[in-house]
């Protein structure tokens, strides 16, 4: 009989544990482009307030329909302010919970160019077969590469070359492989990349000129669908300690 009980109380108590294990959990969905800070935030976090977080990464664009189809997101950091306030229009966000946590910069990166030396010229353009963006209506990335092209008079010169990545997550691995000559990625990614392969060349890279596109702000906010608010503030004030600070900078990204 005592050990009925001692069975039933486990039980029990595995089921209260079970019950309350939400209140312990963090949905976030993250821009492609920040996933290498997200994965250095996380554990930081996590170990701090003893929740626990998973990630889901995608286009700010692609991220933002979901939530707009009721995804369970309980965070959201986005690429720009554009989407969170799109989130806000459609009464899935607050402006007041809305969080700037950094500024990213477009990097034009070609492996066997010298991109750091020349930038993006016709001649240049001339002499390739495949450059890649990110789809410029899911990521601001990819709306900031068309802007580039736009400012350099390159459209033309670049039309019938160009591959359209789902994100600069994509056009990362696009990179990677090898399957096309020039990407536009994020600065952070392009440190990344220079990092883990020793294969890639600081002057393949062109960190192009800020004034050449809208500057890339990235936003946070909580999902107001979100069943653990609490928990969704918590990573919001982290976002902008001093701790996860440090970290997206190191990251590439600036206040």
Not at 112 to 136: E, F, S, V
Not at 148 to 164: F, S, Y
Request: charge should be positive; charged fraction near 15%; glycine fraction near 6%.
């Amino acid at each position: 009989m005592f050990k009925w009980f001692l069975w039933i109380y486990a039980f029990l108590a595995m089921q209260g544990a079970q019950a309350a294990q939400p209140e312990s959990l963090l949905t976030v969905a993250v821009t492609a482009n920040f996933e290498s800070a997200f994965q250095r935030l996380q554990p930081l976090f996590e170990k701090k307030y003893a929740i626990s977080v998973t990630p889901v990464f995608g286009s700010t664009g692609k991220l933002t329909a979901q939530i707009m189809h009721g995804a369970p997101f309980d965070v959201f950091l986005a690429g720009d302010q554009a989407h969170i306030q799109q989130l806000e229009a459609a009464g899935l966000a607050d402006s007041a919970d809305r969080v700037r946590y950094a500024r990213g910069e477009l990097v034009a990166y070609g492996p066997r160019l010298q991109l750091a030396q020349t930038g993006l010229t016709p001649a240049l353009c001339a002499t390739i077969d495949k450059i890649a963006i990110a789809n410029p209506h899911a990521a601001p990335y990819g709306a900031a590469a068309q802007q580039v092209i736009h400012h350099l008079h390159l459209e033309q010169a670049l039309r019938a070359k160009l591959v359209t990545g789902e994100s600069v997550g994509q056009v990362a691995a696009f990179l990677e492989a090898r399957t096309v000559d020039i990407g536009f990625i994020a600065r952070a990614q392009w440190l990344t990349l220079l990092k883990s392969r020793h294969s890639m060349r600081p002057e393949a890279a062109w960190v192009i000129p800020q004034a050449y596109y809208t500057p890339l702000i990235h936003y946070a906010t909580l999902v107001k669908t979100t069943p653990v608010r609490k928990n969704a503030r918590l990573f919001l004030a982290f976002l902008k300690t001093r701790a996860a600070q440090q970290v997206i900078a190191a990251e590439g990204y600036t206040p």
